[in-house]
Antibody
Framework: QLQLEESGPGLVKPSETLSLTCSVSGDSINTKNYYWGWIRQPPGGGLEWIGNVYYSGSTYYKPSLKSRVTMSIDTSKNQFSLKVRSVTAADTAVYFC??????????????????WGRGTLVTVAS | QSVLTQPPSMSGTPGQRVTISCSGSSFNIGNNYVYWYQQLPGTAPKLLMYRNNQRPSGVPDRFSGSKSGTSASLAISGLRSEDEADYFCAAWDDSVSGQYVFGSGTKVTVL
């Protein structure tokens, strides 16, 4: 059974960089069959897609976050990561990592998240 | 403000049928697949419906999805107490540079 688990600091100061890692177990992320994504949810709010990363390192991001976000993947550790720079209180949220069933040859509208981590709360405050 | 619009809340008694709407545009629902996620309190979202009307393995057939034009809907028939959750629609949006968008979410309460 595939499992994902987010890890990283729960508190980040304004203007600093938020860094999270998603550890995947139960299968290798070194596969052409899936992308791997990050989604966040502010307290009491809705879901917001942040971006996806492919095993090759190829990425695509939500346009409004693109200037502050970097995703990477480490297939040797079966992990992928998220960095959000220059954070503000608006970046306070539960951050989820998830597997995207979309394969590289699929169209973008095949994006669908079928396995999710439990999520980790990141609070931006001084 | 979400690109996909859902009613904030809906309710029903056990056994009733509840239908959640999701309204979008030609940039998203009108030309792309619609997905639905269920989020029970304090848990991660769970995929409930993919490619408009396909149920993943394990999802009861009480749940059904449909799409017409730029709108989609999720129906829950034979409502049960364990269906009390938040429901989010989602789709790829081709405007700007392309992005995956979620609906605003609908809280379903079982009375």
């Amino acid at each position: 059974q595939l499992q994902l688990e987010e890890s990283g600091p729960g508190l980040v100061k304004p203007s600093e960089t938020l860094s999270l890692t998603c550890s995947v177990s139960g299968d290798s992320i070194n596969t052409k069959n899936y992308y791997w994504g990050w989604i966040r949810q502010p307290p009491g709010g809705g879901l917001e897609w942040i971006g996806n990363v492919y095993y090759s390192g190829s990425t695509y991001y939500k346009p409004s976050l693109k200037s502050r976000v970097t995703m990477s993947i480490d297939t040797s550790k079966n992990q992928f990561s998220l960095k959000v720079r220059s954070v503000t209180a608006a970046d306070t949220a539960v951050y989820f990592c998830a597997r995207d069933q979309r394969g590289y040859s699929d169209s973008a509208d095949a994006t669908v998240f079928d396995y999710w981590g439990r999520g980790t709360l990141v609070t931006v405050a001084s | 403000q979400s690109v996909l619009t859902q009613p904030p809340s809906m309710s029903g008694t056990p056994g009733q049928r509840v239908t959640i709407s999701c309204s979008g545009s030609s940039f998203n629902i009108g030309n792309n697949y619609v997905y639905w996620y269920q989020q029970l309190p304090g848990t991660a979202p769970k995929l409930l419906m993919y490619r408009n009307n396909q149920r993943p393995s394990g999802v009861p057939d009480r749940f059904s999805g449909s799409k017409s034009g730029t709108s989609a809907s999720l129906a829950i028939s034979g409502l049960r107490s364990e269906d009390e959750a938040d429901y989010f629609c989602a789709a790829w949006d081709d405007s700007v540079s392309g992005q995956y968008v979620f609906g605003s979410g609908t809280k379903v309460t079982v009375l």
